[in-house]
């Protein structure tokens, strides 16, 4: 059963969803979107999988982003963004029906870095899984391969700076495109490029909610953040990582978890890309069976 719910964060409105399992196993996990995403998307599909396997699910849209409260529209403070786990994880703990003990977060893309954070600082949670991590100030700093020159993110920081300085006069900070403007445009990009273009820009996975530009002062947030900075802290809590053999960002989470202490688990599936774990059925599967073993061995 699905519930549509709402949380506080930072004073601000967090439109969430609460699913609940028909046979529940006690145990419940909250799981954050990719970045620009929504709770519609990829995390509503592995929220009822995730339901099936007997635990509550509570999806939700980020601060700024998707149905959820924040001005302006388009923000990705990466500091707001692990608030607002710590946020959801409050909620959920003063529920009478659920146990405040066995809840554990689940991360993709870029809410895989954001659910490192919040663990790291929150001993509240009880274990962490991620899919497909990528830490957003990596994105930004050297791109999603890694091999980004450096002149891209010195002209990036330069835009934001002007962008900041045009806010202070008009009150508008602006924003920048996400993604490709059409297939020829997104296929010249590379496999990374196009197929996160062929996801969130066409029926397979778009939604109207799901955000097409980014606010300028996004930039330099992320740029300075570090969401495997505290990865160590997260133990003695068990750590599962997965990612994709042909993903473009695998590197982000072999470099995270190598940061990482016991218990910690990495697992790969064969033949799959980043955004192949978002909605492919092969794959998607694999996921779940790995993360719901996981969690129901260690919450």
């Known amino acids: 059963m699905k519930q549509d719910i709402a949380f506080t964060s930072a004073g601000m409105t967090i439109a969430a969803c609460l699913y609940t399992s028909k046979l529940p196993n006690g145990r419940t996990l909250i799981l954050g979107h ?6 519609e998307q990829s995390p509503a599909l592995y929220a009822r999988k995730l339901c099936e396997q007997g635990f509550h699910v509570l999806t939700f849209d980020a601060a700024h982003q998707g149905a959820s409260g924040g001005e302006p529209r388009g923000l990705e403070d990466p500091a707001q963004r692990v ?4 946020a959801a994880l409050s909620w959920l703990r003063i529920r009478p029906d659920l146990s ?15 659910v490192i954070q919040a663990a790291a600082g929150d001993r509240r949670i009880g274990a962490v899984a991620t899919v497909a991590a990528v830490d957003v100030g990596r994105q930004i700093r050297v791109g999603g391969d890694g091999q980004q020159d450096s002149a891209v993110l010195d002209a990036l920081l330069a835009s934001a700076a002007q962008a900041r300085s045009e806010a202070a006069r008009n009150g508008e ?21 196009f197929e996160g273009w062929h996801y969130y820009c066409t029926p397979r996975g778009d939604h109207p909610r799901a955000a097409k530009t980014l606010t300028w002062d996004s930039i330099d947030r992320m740029a300075t953040f570090d969401a495997f900075r505290f990865i160590g802290m997260i133990a003695p809590r068990p750590l599962l990582m997965i990612t994709a053999e042909r993903a473009v960002t695998a590197w982000m989470t072999h470099e995270a978890f190598d940061q990482a202490k016991e218990p910690k688990r990495l697992h790969t599936i064969e033949g799959a ?20 073993d996981f969690f129901t061995r260690w919450l």
């Open 34 to 39: 990719p970045g620009s995403s929504t709770k």
């Open 100 to 114: 405040p003990e066995r809840i554990g977060v689940l991360g993709i893309c870029a809410s895989g870095g954001y």
């Open 173 to 193: 900070i602006g924003a920048f495109p996400i993604f490709p403007a059409d297939e020829a445009a997104a296929r010249a990009g590379g496999e990374h490029v």
């Open 83 to 86: 608030e607002d786990f710590k």
């Open 273 to 292: 890309t980043h955004v192949d774990l978002y909605d492919q059925k092969r794959p998607v599967e694999e996921v779940v069976s790995v993360i719901s």
